[in-house]
């Protein structure tokens, strides 16, 4: 009772713990987002872009921005342009007028740029303009035209054009309502080079003798290091190193630091925070040294820089790393949105499916529903067109169908199911009906007559109700399908923990370097799983070792489905692992053309139907030559298509035999013999459309499997009949068309003659079976190939692994 008072506790704290969470995360991302939509950040960039100043006198950072802000934020233009004069004036009044002047040219230009097409490919142009304005004026007032002057000119109008690209690639990333699933590497080198930009117009700025610039860009180096690893602390280092060194020439050894730092702290990214610090740590007593300068400022930027970097929440990282490519929370993100697209996904498969499932019942029910109540109302209806040719003139009627209905109807009734079955009016009947009605050979003329519009009536509704039933069937038959496709979609990768575990600790027993192992289903005969392997070189391992000892572990034959083995030395192996099949087929064909010929009407198929299932099939054209060839191959290819989608093998024959139905006029027909066997469990079942008995050899002893259907494409409706078999170990199974049972026409029971013929070819290849049934036939007429032949044979066996199971040292429950 205790015990179970402290784990509720403990769950109770538990989870007020991830509450508290939560609700700080919550409200640090309101107030992100408040900040965000009020302009606040763009204020404080502003503030301090007003203040970066590159070879002394450039400032293209600030008119970029301002021409940035002004297409995606206008409101903000007005404040932005305040905030950053006022910067700009911390620096110096000359480059506040500066500043002021870009900005009043952008607002005059502006309205020459609306009236272009396409203005956001001219708003560099406009940037760059608006930038040498104010830099013209100044030297035109001050007289100083020299050439270093117009170069710099120049130099600030480009960079002030690409600077705009640049930032309107940045800034939309600090933008609440935008969601980034992924950042390309594109994006996150423009936004490093905004945040440069900005740490730029940090520069003079000292607390105690340290500089706040060196300590911010060291924070930024280690942050994105830790979170991206090498390549792109690297990037971030010589990108920042490279715009400080710009603005002021001392800071030309941060470069060199900066991505050193970088390149090393994302290489010991994995002993955590701790181990990217000490690479900034490392970099700077380096980098102090080699360059010789004062080592206790730049040690102490560090360590204010690896302070902040502590105190930064894990959380927040972690929201950062989502939107970083290679980083694990980028690949958990892309997990939850690929989850969310494959439940959707699944959601609308199965409603599909719910409206075929609907569709067939109401196909069904209409069909079924009112079929006594519509033979009813046909027998009225052909009795009130009777009627109306002969009674709705006689001066009797309103004796007969008014005062006298029930005996008039019953009569008349009975007239017609009379002349229905004897094809005329019984004796009986006639004596009846005479002494009843006044024009009774009328009446049995008109009702001959109607009869034969009866029935073709009720034939064509037979029809359609068939066709209905076809349809229901098919439909059902979909959305079947479609419901198991939207099972499998949302089928959840399974945690198999304590099985991993296992699987995990004895590999490495086996000296295997497991680098991942992933466990998809355990379920008994559909096991999945995936390994990658570090291994020096690759000698079959997979089949050799990991195979057996898995198919020891699992209790079950498991083989390797998929290898991707690393061409170099200590390389990653890629191999999956499945649950092999416990039988096995082995097969083999002998055919010949009538007369000779090239081409035959039999076609013949053999094909793996998923979930361990194995189809063989032998279809022939009625006739022989081209047009029996085409339909033979026609059936088999649609059956093909039709099973491997998943439709049950009834609903497939119906399909087909529809199709042919309808597809010519001509009376050109094919027979169909399938046979489908489970590996797993060696059941099979024969569906014969048409076609000829298959044999079962199993010893000595002979089995026979026969159906009676009419050919494909013949009738509507085909009735399909399945027989099903239990296979054995070392079974033969023979398929045959019907020219191998007409070719021995001297023998008077040809099917004994061939269970005879089976059981004295003793061998067990399949081919050789094939070919020697097939010469047995053909030299019973002499040589003479009176029709086309096929004969296909298939071995049914236990698989048999090339390596037996490797038990692991300790065995353990895996119930």
Not at 374 to 387: A, C, G, M, P, R
Not at 720 to 730: C, I, P, R
Request: hydrophobic share 45%; aromatic share 8%.
């Amino acid at each position: 009772m205790l015990g179970t008072v402290m784990k509720r506790a403990n769950r109770q704290a538990m989870w007020r713990e991830i509450s508290f969470n939560r609700g700080i995360e919550k409200m640090a991302l309101n107030a992100f987002t408040f900040l965000a939509n009020k302009g606040v950040f763009h204020m404080a960039l502003s503030l301090l872009l007003g203040r970066a100043v590159i070879l002394s006198s450039m400032a293209p950072f600030g008119v970029a921005f301002l021409a940035v802000i002004w297409w995606f934020k206008r409101p903000l233009m007005i404040p932005a342009t305040v905030m950053m004069a006022v910067g700009a004036s911390t620096y110096s009044y000359g480059h506040a007028g500066f500043i002021a002047g870009a900005a009043v040219s952008i607002l005059l230009l502006s309205g020459l740029l609306n009236r272009l097409n396409q203005p956001q490919k001219w708003l560099p142009v406009m940037a760059a303009v608006a930038s040498m304005i104010p830099r013209t004026v100044s030297l035109a007032f001050l007289d100083r035209w020299q050439l270093y002057e117009l170069f710099l000119l120049a130099a600030e109008g480009t960079l002030t054009f690409i600077l705009v690209l640049i930032f309107m690639q940045s800034l939309p990333l600090l933008s609440p309502q935008r969601y980034h699933p992924t950042l390309k590497n594109e994006e996150i080198v423009c936004f490093i080079i905004l945040l440069a930009s900005v740490l730029t117009g940090m520069i003079g700025f000292e607390i105690q003798g340290v500089a706040m610039v060196d300590v911010f860009a060291r924070y930024l180096v280690v942050l994105l290091a830790y979170i991206a690893g090498a390549a792109i602390g690297s990037t971030v280092g010589v990108v920042t190193g490279l715009v400080l060194s710009l603005s002021q020439v001392e800071h030309l050894y941060q470069m060199s630091l900066l991505a050193f730092s970088g390149l090393l702290g994302g290489l010991l990214r994995e002993g955590n925070k701790l181990g990217v610090s000490a690479g900034l740590f490392v970099s700077t007593i380096l980098m102090g040294v080699y360059t010789g300068g004062s080592m206790s400022a730049s040690l102490t930027a560090s360590l204010f820089a690896i302070i902040l970097f502590f105190l930064t929440p894990d959380r927040w990282v972690k929201r950062l790393s989502r939107f970083v490519p290679g980083t694990d929370e980028h690949g958990q993100e892309q997990q939850k949105y690929l989850q969310k697209v494959r439940d959707v996904t699944a959601v609308r498969v199965g409603k599909f499916s719910d409206v075929f499932e609907a569709l067939a019942k109401s196909f069904h029910h209409n069909g079924l529903s009112k079929q006594e109540e519509d033979n009813t109302q046909e027998v009225d209806y052909f009795l009130s067109h009777v009627t109306e040719k002969t009674c709705q003139a006689c001066f009797r009627k309103e004796k007969c169908w008014i005062n006298q209905f029930d005996e008039t109807h019953n009569l008349m009734t009975d007239l017609m199911e009379d002349i229905d079955q004897k094809g005329d009016v019984g004796r009986v009947m006639r004596n009846s009906l005479d002494q009843y009605c006044v024009k009774s050979q009328k009446v049995v003329d008109t009702m001959k007559q109607e009869l034969s519009f009866y029935h073709a009536n009720k034939q064509l509704k037979q029809q359609v109700q068939e066709s209905r039933r076809f349809v229901a069937q098919q439909l059902h038959g979909v959305s079947e399908v479609m419901n198991n496709f939207a099972k499998e979609i949302v089928k959840e990768r399974e945690h198999h923990e304590q099985k991993e575990r296992i699987i995990h600790e004895a590999l490495e027993r086996l000296g295997i370097n497991v680098a991942k192992l992933e466990i998809y289903t355990l379920d008994t005969g559909n096991i999945d799983l995936e390994v990658v392997i570090e291994i020096d070189q690759y000698r079959g391992e997979g089949e050799k070792l990991i195979a057996p000892l898995l198919s020891d572990i699992l209790q079950e034959t498991i083989v390797v489905t998929m290898e991707d083995i690393s061409p170099y030395p200590n390389g990653r192996c890629l191999m999956t692992f499945g649950s092999a099949k416990h039988y096995t087929i082995e097969s083999g064909v002998a055919h010949a053309a009538k007369g000779g010929g090239f081409i035959s009407g039999d076609s013949y198929t053999m094909m793996e139907l998923g979930r361990g299932k194995y189809a063989l099939a032998i279809s022939d054209g009625m006739g022989n030559g081209a047009r029996a060839h085409e339909e033979s191959v026609e059936t088999l290819r649609l059956l093909k298509q039709i099973l491997q989608s998943g439709i049950q093998e009834s609903v497939a024959i119906q399909s087909i035999n529809s199709i042919l139905a309808l597809r010519s006029n001509d009376e050109i027909f094919s027979t169909l013999d399938l046979a489908i066997v489970d590996l797993h469990f060696a059941t099979s079942k024969f569906i014969k459309i048409g076609s000829t008995p298959s044999f079962i050899k199993r010893g000595d002893q002979i089995y026979s499997v026969e159906s009676s259907n009419l050919p494909m494409g013949i009738i509507e409706d085909v009735d399909v009949d399945t027989t099903s078999e239990q296979l054995k170990a070392g079974d033969l199974l023979i398929m045959v068309s019907d020219g191998i049972l007409e070719g021995p026409r001297h023998v008077e029971n040809v099917e004994m003659w061939i269970k005879r013929k089976i059981r004295e070819i003793d061998v067990d290849d399949p081919q050789l079976m094939a070919d020697i049934l097939l010469d047995e036939v053909i030299r019973t007429k002499s040589g003479d190939i009176h029709d086309d032949m096929t004969v296909l044979v298939a071995r049914i066996d236990h698989y048999m692994p090339e390596w037996s199971a490797i038990p692991f040292l300790k065995k353990q429950n895996l119930a």
